[in-house]
């Protein structure tokens, strides 16, 4: 059945690097918007980066800017999230999510068949 399957989380020290995958099992990714989303304990699930079904339009979140980068490659169904630089606050489980429209807001109630998440500990 079509899906959404997230990898490449783990543990990271202050200023360092991880790299998220998004893979779209059984349906044609290419059609659709894809958004990385996270949600952090005790917080409600937030955007984070946001592109379009050819990768022309991307949004950020204020607080991931010029750390994060949303790329994607249509041939290979994935969505990738390069996170440098990672901060504590960046602790969470990062979920990616898909939509027939990109939303430049990144807001997580547009955005529809999501993957089971991949988490993320930034710590010392």
């Known amino acids: 059945q079509p899906r959404l399957v997230e990898s490449g989380g783990g543990s990271a020290q202050p200023g360092g690097s991880l790299r998220l995958s998004c893979v779209a099992f059984?349906?044609?990714?290419?059609?659709?918007?894809v958004g990385w989303f996270r949600q952090a304990p005790g917080k409600e699930r937030e955007g984070v980066a946001c592109?379009?079904?050819?990768?022309?339009?991307?949004d950020y979140a204020d607080s991931v800017k010029g750390r994060f980068t949303i790329s994607r490659d249509n041939a290979k169904a994935t969505v990738f999230l390069q996170m440098n630089n990672l901060k504590p606050e960046d602790t969470g489980d990062y979920y990616c999510a898909d939509s027939l429209w990109h939303d430049d807001k990144c807001s997580p109630g547009k955005y529809n068949k999501w993957g089971q998440g991949t988490h993320v500990s930034v710590s010392a």
């Open positions: 059984e349906y044609a990714m290419e059609h659709y918007a």
């Open positions: 592109i379009s079904s050819l990768g022309a339009t991307i």
